[in-house]
């Protein structure tokens, strides 16, 4: 008699562990992708229309609560799956599932979902949040009647592009996060070189490209990339689907696929 199928193989991949995880991975994400389509959909329109003093207000009562679950849930994200990385590349009996390989289908697809969510998380914790600490400390000095920070500007504009990057990539992102075990298997069971390598050099340039302009090292926070492609939170979605696109149709239907 066992204790349960759930405890039976705990700890090996495809135990009970893995689909503990993966559950908490996913209730992690959902949290935290939640708060930054509300951030990027609702609170930025919504606080163009509020009073100044009003806005301080939510500032102050709503996004620095909102933001405490945003980062905490990011970081729980992070963590499972972490953890189900590492019960995949420690255990993979026919090698069809190495996380680790980029060269392996599997390892592809999961290894380009991380590098987005992985950049995601580094935008919360190394731009967001620090930027939002200023803009929100400053808030609460005009609210106790103080000046406002001079660097308040700035930093609202360096949290902004942060915060519409990590939009933007959210589409991909969970494309591959989905994409992985569902239907990457379907391509290709080992992987061709050549091409493997000309998808993973496409992939960084166009990571790059968007993570460069974000934190403003191409042509400044208001590059013409992010003016067009940031500004507007339905422009960022457009673009979020064809940079997904692209990605999807080269990179798999014509790099990867039946190599
Ligand atoms: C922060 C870094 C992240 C890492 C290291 C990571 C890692 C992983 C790994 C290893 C898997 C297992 C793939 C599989 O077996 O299907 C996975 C699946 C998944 N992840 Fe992430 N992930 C991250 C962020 C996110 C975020 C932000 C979301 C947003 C909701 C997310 C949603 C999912 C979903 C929905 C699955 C698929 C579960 C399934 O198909 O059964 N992940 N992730």
């Known amino acids: ?3 349960g199928v759930i405890f039976d193989n705990f700890f090996k991949s495809g135990g009970g562990f893995q689909i503990v995880a993966r559950w908490l991975h996913v209730l992690s994400g959902i949290a935290w992708i939640g708060l930054l389509y509300f951030f990027n959909f609702v609170q930025t329109p919504a606080y163009a229309e509020l ?9 102050d009562k709503l996004t620095w609560r909102a933001l405490w679950w945003f980062r905490w849930a990011a970081m729980s994200t992070f963590l499972f799956g972490l953890l189900m990385l590492g019960i ?3 255990d993979t009996p026919s090698g069809a599932s190495n996380y680790a ?9 999961i290894l380009t979902g991380v590098l987005f969510a992985v950049t995601m998380l580094a935008n919360v914790w190394m731009v967001i949040w620090p930027n939002q600490q200023i803009v929100i400390g400053s808030v ?8 406002a920070d001079p660097r308040q500007p700035d930093s609202a504009k360096r949290g902004a592009r942060a915060s ?10 969970l494309w591959f ?5 569902h239907f ?9 070189l050549k091409n493997t390598a000309i998808y993973w050099i496409m992939v960084l340039a166009l990571w790059a490209w968007v993570e460069a302009n974000a934190l403003g090292y191409v042509g400044g926070l208001d590059s013409a990339w992010n003016k067009f492609v940031f500004d507007d939170h339905k422009k960022t979605i457009i673009y979020g689907f064809v940079y997904w696109a692209v990605i999807f149709f080269i990179g798999w239907e014509i790099l990867l696929k039946n190599v």
């Open 184 to 192: 990457a298997p379907l391509y290709a069971t080992a992987g061709d």
């Open 140 to 147: 609460r000095q005009q609210l106790a009647g103080g000046e």
């Open 88 to 90: 995949y590349s420690s």
């Open 101 to 109: 390989d980029p060269t392996s289908v599997t390892g592809a697809s």
């Open 1 to 3: 008699m066992t204790l």
């Open 177 to 181: 996060m989905v994409f992985t075990t």
């Open 51 to 59: 009073s100044p003093g009003a806005r301080n207000e939510a500032f």
């Open 164 to 173: 519409r990057a990590n939009t933007f990539f959210s589409i991909t992102m």
